[in-house]
């Protein structure tokens, strides 16, 4: 079986599904379930901060006033790092912690996927890639962070916001539009 | 004049040695087959793009992830391009990720043609950005190249036999060959007729040329039914919400001869 299929036949997530149930470390060393969030909007976002895909959205700022704006909205954020270990984007937990800190990284808690379950079980291809679970555990958003498949920071405000959009439906109470998309950037380095 | 033009018209002219761009894992520059051009005369060029060894770029479908290389042409008054032509690809894998593009060197040609009333030296320009990526790392690239050319007498360039075999590989659409698509079926059914003298897709390579409709990382193999088709199952794109209203197949034959580009609309 080529690699790709492999990844494919572990994928458990489907829109409108109830989205992969998981438990994982954050760089603090906190057990992390997705059942401690029930009742809440969960996002998570695939991480490897030396991918110019993710640059694009740390250096300008963009990803962090996302964080903390959706936080304030009562949205729990996941940021989740599936590199495994050797792998560009590893680093050991605490020192993790540190370059999460100094990218402006404001997620609930950054998780170490280093086994690449999460990711895995998520079907999480790139980074970044955003899914959303609604408050009732469904997976309904799986897709980009915006329609502009380029890393320049310049092309952001231009890009049709797809995930926001996605975000700001689930918050409504609407339908979720494009809740299906590819996402861009650098593959998840399992 | 240039010593060796003076003496040998009919010989090679070495190519002026094009500035190459340089931008994270590969450099660029813009090549031309003739040593001058010709007022109203159309001049074969090529842009080239040569990612270091062990990296790829992307093709114009780049498959999951990657980018496609985007080319954007700045050109003197009245100077003309024809369509940047994009050779068939290759198939890899990063990571766990299918793609199609080019693994270390590939030149996209382009014709331009001069205004009837041409004179002096011209200076034209390409922007290029792409994504360069390995197993370990994908990094973008930005370069703007030059080329420079003087009225006169063309003689071939050194490049130009490397210009050639690429425009050979440029897909072409032809007469005689037709796609259908079952839109409808799981997996999708695939079938070409072709009255075309030599054409077996059976003994092709097969490309998708846009995302979300086929499953990138499929095997595209096409067999020959017995009612005079040639008929592939391939599953549809997990991006595919709505049953397909168009799909342009690339064939590569493997024999080395020109890619064919066949297109199908619901």
Known sequence: MNPVAALAAAVLAVIGQPAPSFTATDVKGQEVSLADFKGKVVVLEWNNFDCPFVKKHYQSGNLPKLQETYADKGVVWLTVNSAAEGKQGYLEPSKMAEKAAAEGNKAAHY???????????????????????????????????????????????????????????????????????????????? | MHPVFQTALAAVIASPVPAAERSGKAEASWLSAASHYQAGEPLRTAIRLAADSGWHTYWDNPGEGGMPTSITLHLPDGWKAGEIGRPAPVRFLTGDLPGFGYEGEVLFPVELTPPAGASGEMTAKAELSWLACSDDACIPGEATVELKLSPG???????????????????ETVEGVSLDVTADSHPLVLSVRSTRDGFDPAECSVFPLEFGVVDAGADLHFAKSGDGRWRAEVPASEYADAPPASLTLVFVPEDGTKPLRVAWTK
């Open chain 1, 111 to 190: 998780l170490m996927d280093t086994d690449g379950k999460v990711g895995k079980a998520f079907g999480a291809k790139v980074t970044p890639h955003m899914f959303i679970v609604n408050k009732d555990g469904a997976l309904v958003y799986d897709g980009a962070m915006d329609s502009k498949a380029t890393p320049k920071a310049d092309d952001i405000e231009t890009a049709e916001p797809l995930f926001t959009n996605a975000l700001d439906a689930v918050l409504d109470g609407k339908e979720v539009p494009d809740s299906k998309n590819k996402p861009y950037g650098c593959g998840v380095k399992y």
């Open chain 2, 153 to 171: 007498k063309p003689g071939t360039t050194t490049d130009a036999d490397r210009i050639g075999k690429a425009e050979k590989q440029v897909p």
